[in-house]
């Protein structure tokens, strides 16, 4: 554009922000606006205000205050579209009833200049909209400790974006009638059309693209986030081009006849245009992107973005979905688009990452579904399924079909994921029974580096009445290892979990990482014996676990380690509790090796232990570290007898032993090249399926992050994987109670109120002229 011409485009400008700011309508907007940023910012500080005055920890306040669920940002955006239909309205409209455009017409002003004039001063009217939410940005600045700016920034750059687009959409529509009433309308039911739209048609791939193009409102979720990138960027800008072409071309239209052909050649044009900038911008390998938070929230870790370089090829993820599921409408058709952003953040890093679905129906144990079709086959129930949910039926591979393909018994044919590396290396990644359902970073990259490294094999020993990892009887070790629908559970965490049998082998395979013996009831045969004796001496990983009572079949082991299990069993006097509950604290010898205890001891945290011996520790070539301790001055060791008389409440407690008692230790030692590491518990029921699902009034128990944190160190801390966060700094508000009464006076008082007095000056001024 040429100086001249962008000083016409400057006059015009100018002149239309007068008429603008002579409006009381464009006032009351920023009033209103101010009233609500006002209500909005209150509403979400109050109960940090509450919090911290009562002493909690708040944490990561910034987005708390601007761009949480009732943040200022997310709440001022639902509500944007409304402001804009008032504000455009008269743009083309007025100049087309007052007659004013034939001013205009005649002037040496072309359709493209008067376009974009108007649209200039909408765009600094937006602007000074805005500012009202920068006042409030500029007090969360004075009253947060270390706001994030950057993420402040992202939602003002994606609100702006939202608002211009909204604006040219107004713009256009002022340019169709000479009404400012049904440009105002007009504008209305588009922006409220262009905001339900997102979610019609899912099912239909083209019409999804389609509708996800066109849902303006839901590009900027990710400005909200704090993650800027490239393809919403282009996006908006190409919105923006094509109504302001638009606009033009039907000022052109009205100055002057035109063929239809030429129109539709124009239209098409653009079309096309619009089409290719669209999806080119949109490809993966083409979007840049802008992570704006301090915490790299939007980012996967470093450990995760180093698994993906390290995963040359092709990674592909196979979603299995069957129709007889509970959660089989997460991976229909209509899904896909809110599928991939669940991915999105490792396409980022992975640009030729692969979806696939493969859909199918086979009897899942849905109970819901028996009750809900009792009696009929499992291809009725998915033909009635397919009915009201309006699918085709011919999309699902039948049971049979489904079996030739892959066996999805050892899943229980849920809704599961298979990523698979070159067509090579394949894991699962499935859904949980939580709250959240979908997998998080933490078991994504589990997944990933299961396909590096070799997955450590964690085995139960079986064959002489220990705890396996397969029944689901209160005493077993199912729920912490190999529940499926447990997020947490080791085989969801990159391990490879199973009971294992000495009978009929000659020694323990190599492939055997962790070795679990827990609550040996008998004697176990001398061959077996030797086998197990054989591997500690080559350097394999074992987790020993013993019971009061049983103290003759597993002492034998633990006395090859330097270890002894005590005869008889602890009791502790604590009112409300049975006396064979033995609360163990974190030691603090421990932290090296097990450094999440050392903070859930500051937090209060210990281990709970129902019936459980002391361990006596003889040196013996390993390096011993105390895990978890009980203290002499509310423990006792006492024998079986008076133990049993105990809990019948005759209170005979024994001796006091006069001394701290170790309850786990760990042991560590070279063995050749590598090191091995042992773990020895003086109770087997502390990681049980019971305790591990039991709640004590006022003791507060980590039993299950004992569970997890002993396998990670026993994995040599390669699983369950550790992801590295940088903590929010945004963790300290400078108000206290007394300052909420000032602090709804200032925003929703007096801000609102100066900006009426300024409409008033204006007003005057403009009167006096």
Known sequence: MRLKDFNIVYQIART???VIFYSPVAWLILVVFAVQCGFSFCDVIWPAIKSQSLGYEVQALTGSVFTSGKGIFPVMLEHLYFYIPLLTMGLMSREFSSGSIKLLYSSPVTSAQIILGKYLSVMIYCAVLLGVILVYVGLGALTIGHMDGTLIFSNFLGMYLLICAYAVIGLFMSCLTSYQVVAAIG???FLSFLNFIGGVGQEIPLVRDITYWLALNGRVGLFVAGMINTENLIYFLVVIAAFLLLSVWRLQAVREKQPGRKKILKLTGLAVGVVVLSYVSSRPFLTWYWDTTATQSNTISVLSQDLLRQLKGELKITTYVNLLDANYESGLPAAHKKDFERFRPYARFKRNLKLDYVYYYDYAGYKYLDELYPGLSDRERAEKICQAKGLDFGMFLTPEEIRRKIDLSGESNHFVRQVEWNGERKTWLRVYKDMYVFPSEQEMTAALKRLLVKPPKLCFLTGYGERNSTNKREMDYSFFSSELSLRSALINQGFDVEDFSLSGKERIPDEVDILVIADVRSKIPEGDFRMICEYIERGGNLFLLGEPGTQEFINPLAELIGVRFRDGMLLQAREGYLPSLTIAGMDPEGDEKFPVFQKMRQYGFCFALPGCTGLEIQKNGFGITPVACVGDSISWQVNRL????????????????????PVIV???RKVGDKEQRILVAGDADCISNAELTRARQGVKTANFTLATESFRWLARDEFPVLLPSIPPRDNELYLGRKDMPWLK????????????????VVHYRRKRN
């Open 16 to 18: 239309e922000l007068r």
């Open 642 to 661: 008076y133990a049993e008389d105990a809990l019948k409440g005759l209170n005979h407690p024994g001796p006091a032993e006069g001394k701290v008692l």
């Open 187 to 189: 504008t209305l039911a």
């Open 745 to 760: 006076f200032g925003t929703m008082g007096l801000l609102p109120g100066l900006l009426a007095l300024a409409y008033g």
């Open 666 to 668: 760990a042991l560590d």
